[in-house]
C-alpha cells in the first residue's frame, strides 16, 4: 500500500543551492519504498519537473530583500556593495559595517529570512491534510521556519513527525549572531522540535551533539548524498587539471596550502608549469586574486564567475582531480560538504585539503574515491605522485570503489527516510 508523506522544504529545484539537491533526492526515490510525497514549498523561480507533486504557496519574498526595497535598493545585491563599501571592507566580516548589519540582522530576520512564509505555508499545509489523507510529515532545515510550520501542523493533526535538520540549529558551529540570540533561539528551538517524533540530521557526529541537546528524543543521521542518475563520463583534460566548484572562506576553505605546494613543485622541476592549470568556479573572492598574485601562479590558476550546475557537473567530470577545501576547526569533524557527493558522482579523484578529517576523511578511505591531506609534505607527495602518473599514462586513474561508493546515494538516503516513516507510522519493514 502506497502511504503519502507532505515534505516541508523552502529548498527545492528549481531554487538553486546544495539545500534543493537533498530534497529533490529524497522526492525522487521515496516511491520506490511505498512512499509518496508531496512538496510544501514557497513560490519557485521556475516551474519544478513535473515528476513531482508540489504545492507552491505565495511567498512575499525574503526579510532583508523586503527592506532593500524599502531603501530604495536592488533587492538581489548586496547592501553594502550598493552603498559604496569597498570590496576588501565588504568581504571582511570583522568591518564595522559588517558588524553593524549583523547586529540588525539578528533583531529583523529572528527566527530567519524566510520567517514571512509560515502563514502562507500553515495555510496550505492546514487545507491538504484536510482534503487528503497523509500518514507522515518530514520538513527539512534550513529555514528553520520549516520545522515551525510542521510544528503546527502537527500540532492541528497529530501526525507523525520527522523534522530533518541538514545543519544544526542554535548548535551550529558557526551560528551567526550573539550570545543573546542564540539563548532566546534555543528556547524556540527545544519548544519547537519537542512535538517532532524523531530528529534526523547529516552524520553520526552531529546526530549526537543534537541528541545532547534534546536528550529526550531519538536522533538519526541519514548523510546526504548524490543522484546515480548524474553519474556520467566525459573525455579528461589534456592538462593535469585541478579543479574546485563552489564557495571560499579565506582562512577555512583556503586553497593557500595547494598554492604553495604547486609554486614550489613548479619551482623545483617537478611540475612542468605548461602541464598543469588550476580552475576555481564561483564568485572569487579579493583574498582569492591576491593569493594567486602571491604564489606567482596567475598563469595556473583560472577563477571563473559561478557557473550553470549542468556545467559546473561537466567540469567535475572532466578534471583529473577535484579539489575539496575543508574548514580548519576541530568541530568540523561531523560536517560533510555539499560537494563531496557531487564529486563521488564525478568519478575522478578527490584530493580533500585541510580540517581534522573526521567524517570526510572516513568517507574517502571507505570509497577509495580520493584522499584527505593536513599535512604539507603529504600534499606535495600527492600531487608529485598523481603528476607522474598523468605523464606516464596520460591521466590520473580513479580508484573509487562503486559498492561502497552506492552506499552515499540519494536511492540509499531515501530508502533510509523510508525505513524510518514505516517505523514511526507502523508500517510494516520487511521489504526495506
Not at 368 to 378: E, Q, T
Request: proline share 6%.
Amino acid at each position: 500500500m502506497v502511504r503519502k508523506v507532505l515534505l516541508i522544504t523552502y529548498y527545492f529545484p528549481p531554487r538553486p543551492g546544495v539545500a534543493s539537491l537533498r530534497l529533490r533526492g529524497v522526492a525522487k526515490y521515496l516511491p520506490e519504498y511505498g512512499w509518496e510525497p508531496v512538496i510544501l514549498t514557497a513560490a519557485l523561480p521556475g516551474e519544478p519537473e513535473p515528476r513531482f507533486n508540489v504545492v507552491q504557496t505565495s511567498y512575499p519574498g525574503d526579510v532583508t530583500a523586503r527592506w532593500k526595497k524599502k531603501l530604495g535598493l536592488a533587492p538581489d545585491n548586496g547592501f553594502q556593495k550598493q552603498i559604496g563599501i569597498p570590496r576588501a571592507l565588504r568581504e571582511s566580516r570583522a568591518s564595522f559595517t559588517s558588524k553593524v548589519i549583523n547586529c540588525t540582522k539578528a533583531i529583523i530576520v529572528y527566527p530567519d529570512e524566510q520567517k514571512s512564509w509560515y502563514p502562507f505555508a500553515v495555510s496550505a499545509g492546514h487545507d491538504l491534510l484536510k482534503r487528503e489523507r497523509f500518514d507522515a510529515l518530514l520538513s527539512s532545515s534550513g529555514p528553520v521556519t520549516c520545522h515551525l510550520i510542521a510544528r503546527e501542523l502537527k500540532r492541528r493533526h497529530g501526525i507523525p513527525w520527522v523534522a530533518d535538520l541538514r545543519d544544526l540549529w542554535t548548535q551550529n558551529h558557526y551560528y551567526p549572531y550573539g550570545l543573546l540570540r542564540r539563548l532566546f533561539e534555543r528556547r524556540l528551538e527545544l519548544k519547537t522540535l519537542e512535538l517532532a517524533d524523531v530528529l534526523v540530521t547529516v552524520s553520526g557526529p552531529l546526530a549526537e551533539e543534537l541528541q545532547s541537546l534534546h536528550r529526550n528524543k531519538r536522533v538519526l543521521a541519514i548523510t546526504n548524498g548524490f543522484d546515480p542518475d548524474e553519474v556520467a563520463s566525459v573525455p579528461l583534460t589534456k592538462e593535469f587539471t585541478i579543479t574546485y566548484t563552489g564557495q571560499l572562506y579565506e582562512g577555512n576553505r583556503d586553497p593557500a596550502l595547494l598554492f604553495q605546494a604547486v609554486h614550489e613543485l613548479v619551482a623545483d622541476g617537478t611540475i612542468d608549469p605548461l602541464d598543469i592549470r588550476i580552475r576555481f568556479y564561483g564568485e572569487a573572492p579579493y583574498w582569492l586574486e591576491q593569493q594567486v598574485g602571491h604564489y606567482q601562479l596567475g598563469e595556473i590558476v583560472s577563477l571563473h564567475h559561478t557557473v550553470p550546475r549542468d556545467v559546473a557537473l561537466t567540469k567535475q567530470r572532466e578534471s583529473q582531480v577535484l579539489l575539496l577545501l575543508n574548514r580548519d576547526d576541530p568541530r568540523e569533524r561531523g560536517v560533510y560538504t555539499g560537494k563531496i557527493f557531487e564529486y563521488l558522482a564525478a568519478k575522478r579523484p578527490i584530493l580533500a585539503l585541510g580540517g581534522p578529517g573526521g567524517v570526510v576523511a572516513q568517507l574517502l578511505k571507505e570509497t577509495g574515491a580520493g584522499v584527505h591531506v593536513n599535512l604539507y609534505d603529504h600534499l606535495k607527495a600527492f600531487l608529485s605522485s598523481w603528476y607522474q602518473e598523468y605523464k606516464t599514462e596520460g591521466e590520473v586513474r580513479y580508484k573509487g570503489q562503486w559498492e561502497a561508493v552506492h552506499k552515499y546515494s540519494h536511492r540509499e538516503m531515501a530508502r533510509r527516510f523510508a525505513y524510518l516513516l514505516d517505523e514511526i507510522t507502523g508500517g510494516g519493514l520487511a521489504n526495506r
